[in-house]
Each structure stands twice: as structure tokens, then as C-alpha cells.
């Protein structure tokens, strides 16, 4: 598989990773590669992977009138220095580390819990207020992904060709995708004509983050269509002569300002007249929102706290979360084996009901919760998915086995839900 130049040269292609997988398993001897998209699966060892950079490499292979043993990928001079650099780099540290947020000690709890759960998040709060500085400790506190999750990523990186260039293995790193809030529909949920059709960001998010800044001010035809992905996992998409499927597991995190001027809730500031704000938050309401389960009102912090740099309070770093995030995860993948997902917002009805039993202590404060806030099925869902990762948190923390969701899970799950409320605009 590969590009074919006029000078003879062969030239890197998309969806090579994928390609490799169908030769193993319909039993080939091997596959030959352009070089550079071979160094995509280096990693799968259970075939003969040639990287050829010329046609006349590729008849040398087929003749076997030489050892061609020299252009399996992994002997090539390619290998050597991606495999050596690869071995030399650091990770590069979080571009935002928690300790270095000041305040803002409620959201950072329920960035934890999300990250810990994969659930979805939305924040809503004045400019300001650090939405956007939370979102980009989410990506620093994620776990590494598993080798099945870094195979389906890279899968996923190789159809849309977003691997060009020197790269090497699987994707390791948790993808973090932030498109602007103007981009069309078909970039978000994938598209393109005839028999190319593209993944869009909701799936090269798969397994990773997508943040959506600014939500209130997308199309609302593109904010509809996250619908079907969050709650399906998987997005599909129809042109007439054909119809794909591709996956489309991410946590989706939004942040958006309560109303146009953006001040909402902080005194007077506000200039909105109350059908401007009415307008503005019924984009942030309804069954989008019940697909969310973690919702969050920003303000913005005290500015003699920012001033003193929060002198006096103990900050945990990022390393610190991202160590409970993963024990977090581990109780998950040992939950979830063999049933195909990883994470607590991903269960099914079937699972929720398996892996969040009640007790009727719970199922009373449960049925309170509801029928004050007015919650609609969708929510119960999700509240029952929040409730179960925070009592892992829990399990965590005090060095126990996962156990039962207690009222207090339950009650604290439901603090996240503030948009569900009748009362929304007198908060």
C-alpha cells in the first residue's frame, strides 16, 4: 500500500495502521509500506512489516532474489533514531498544573471526579472566572491510555491521515481537541464527498477530551448534533452511495458565559434584559444538557486571594490528582473487563443497574432529589454514574475495595445538576 511518484518514489498514504491489523488477520506473510507509514505499526510484531522508500525496493521484496531482511521496518536507520529519540525525550510537563490555580476548589473537585469517571463536564461562569485554565488541567490529570485504547486512537489518526510526518508507535497520549465554536457541522461530526469520508473532532477526541469554548455561541444545529455521539459513544454518517460508522467515546468539556455581556450573576454588572438571558441560557438547557453530567457555575475568584497567591493554602499538584484519577481508572478496567468500554460514563442501563445498586435509604433520598429538582430520567442516569465513581473515589482515598453509593454520593452528585433546575434564572 503506498503512493506511487512518477520519479519512482513512494510516498506515505493514510489509513496505514488499519491496513497492518487486516494482514495479520486474513493471514498474510507480510505488508509492505511507504517508510514513514510503516513507522506507524512498528508496534505490531505479528507480521513481516517492510518501509520501502523506492518501486524498485518493493520488486526486490517480491523477487526474493535477496534477503530483504534489511528493510523490515525495524532494522532501518528510520527506526534506530525515532526508537532513540523517542527513549531521550521527556515528557513535556501540563501546560497548566493544578497548584497553579488559585481558588476555584469546588471545580476542581469535580474535575477530578470527571476525569476519574470520563464524564462529561460543562462550565458556566462570568470572564474570567478560570474556565478555560481548568479545562487545560483536565488533560494534565487524564491517565495514560491502555494499549487497546492507544490502538483504537491511533487507528482512528491513521484513516484521517493526521499522522503525517516522523512519528512512531501507537498514540500514547490522550488526544485534547478544541475546536473554535465557528466550526462548521461536518468538521465537528465528520463528513466529505463521494468515498472520503473524514472523522470529524468528535472522534479524533475518541478516548481523549473535547473542549468546546464558548458553546452558547455555536450553531445550534451543531450543538444538536452532539446528541446521538454522547449518549450512543459512536457517530454515524450517510452520503448517498455509502454510510460509516466511526467511534466516538470523549469527554466532552464546554464552558460558556451565562449570558451575551457575559456577567450574569455577579451583581449588577449584568446589562442583559431577562429575555436576553432567557435566550442565551435555553442554549445551555434541554436534552443537551441532560447528556452532561457534571455542571458547574464559575465565579470569579476573590482578587485578594489572586493578589496573595493564596499564601497560607495547601494546593495540590496535578501529579497528586492524577494519582487518584488513576487508581480511580484501575478499580474501572477490572469493573468493566471484557464488556468492551473503560470508563463509568460509559455504562449501559444494563450496567448502571448490575454496578449501581440502591439501598432504600438511597432510593428515598434519590426520589427527594428528583422530584425537587425536577430531574428527568436522563439525569437519573447520570447521577447514578456520578454517584458510582465517587464512591471509587472514595474506595481510593481510605485504601478499600469499592463500596455501595451511599446518600451522601447521591446528594453530591446532584449538586452537579444545577442546570436541570426550574429555578435557573433567580440562581
Known amino acids: ?72 521496518i525495524w532494522n532501518t536507520r528510520r527506526f534506530r533514531q525515532a526508537e532513540r529519540q523517542a527513549q531521550q525525550q521527556k515528557q513535556a510537563p501540563s501546560c497548566m498544573d493544578f497548584a497553579d490555580i488559585i481558588g476555584q476548589e469546588g471545580a476542581k473537585r469535580a474535575i477530578e471526579i470527571a476525569a476519574a469517571g470520563g464524564h462529561n463536564l460543562v462550565m458556566v461562569g462570568a470572564p474570567g472566572a478560570g474556565k478555560s485554565s481548568l479545562a487545560k488541567a483536565l488533560a494534565g490529570i487524564l491517565p495514560p491510555m491502555t494499549t487497546e485504547e492507544a490502538l483504537q486512537t491511533s487507528k482512528i489518526y491513521s484513516v484521517a491521515g493526521k499522522r503525517s510526518g516522523e512519528v512512531f508507535g501507537l498514540i500514547r497520549e490522550r488526544p485534547f481537541r478544541a475546536p473554535h465554536y465557528s466550526a462548521s457541522l461536518p468538521a465537528i461530526v465528520g463528513g466529505g464527498g463521494g468515498d472520503n469520508i473524514l472523522p470529524g473532532e468528535i472522534t479524533l477526541a475518541h478516548h481523549g477530551v473535547l473542549f468546546l469554548d464558548e458553546l452558547a455561541q455555536m450553531p445550534k444545529a451543531t450543538i444538536e448534533a452532539l446528541r446521538g455521539p454522547l449518549e450512543d459513544r459512536k457517530v454515524t454518517i450517510s452520503r448517498l452511495r455509502m454510510k460509516l460508522e466511526y467511534p466516538a467515546s470523549f469527554m466532552l468539556v464546554a464552558a460558556s458565559n451565562p449570558c451575551p455581556c457575559g456577567y450574569y450573576g455577579e451583581g449588577d454588572r449584568c446589562t442583559c434584559t431577562a429575555g436576553q438571558r432567557t435566550n442565551y441560557l435555553s442554549r445551555l438547557s434541554g436534552p443537551i444538557m441532560d447528556r452532561i453530567d457534571i455542571h458547574l457555575w464559575l465565579h470569579p475568584v476573590d482578587p485578594k486571594l489572586l493578589v496573595r497567591r493564596g499564601k497560607g493554602v495547601q494546593r495540590e499538584s496535578s501529579a497528586q490528582v492524577a494519582a487518584r484519577v488513576a487508581a480511580a481508572r484501575a478499580l474501572q478496567r477490572e469493573r468493566f473487563a471484557g464488556t468492551g468500554i473503560f470508563t463509568n460514563a460509559e455504562m449501559s442501563g444494563k450496567l448502571v443497574e448490575k454496578y449501581c445498586p440502591l439501598s432504600d435509604a438511597c432510593r428515598d433520598q434519590l426520589e427527594t432529589l428528583m422530584l425537587r429538582m425536577g430531574l428527568s430520567a436522563r439525569a437519573y442516569t447520570r447521577i447514578l454514574k456520578l454517584s458510582r465513581t465517587i464512591a471509587d473515589l472514595k474506595a481510593v482515598a481510605c485504601g478499600m475495595p469499592p463500596g455501595d453509593i451511599c446518600p451522601e454520593h447521591l446528594i453530591e452528585a446532584s449538586t452537579f445538576r444545577f442546570l436541570d433546575r426550574r429555578d435557573l434564572l433567580d440562581l
Open 1 to 72: 500500500m503506498g503512493e506511487l511518484g512518477l520519479d519512482g518514489s513512494v510516498r506515505e498514504v493514510p489509513g496505514a495502521l488499519p491496513m497492518v491489523e487486516l494482514a495479520v488477520k486474513q493471514g498474510l506473510a507480510g505488508a509492505i509500506l511507504p517508510a514513514r507509514s510503516a513507522m506507524e505499526a512498528v508496534e505490531n510484531r505479528d507480521t513481516l512489516l517492510f518501509g520501502v522508500e523506492t518501486l524498485a525496493d518493493v520488486l526486490a521484496i517480491l523477487e526474493e532474489k535477496e534477503d530483504p531482511a534489511e528493510m523490515l
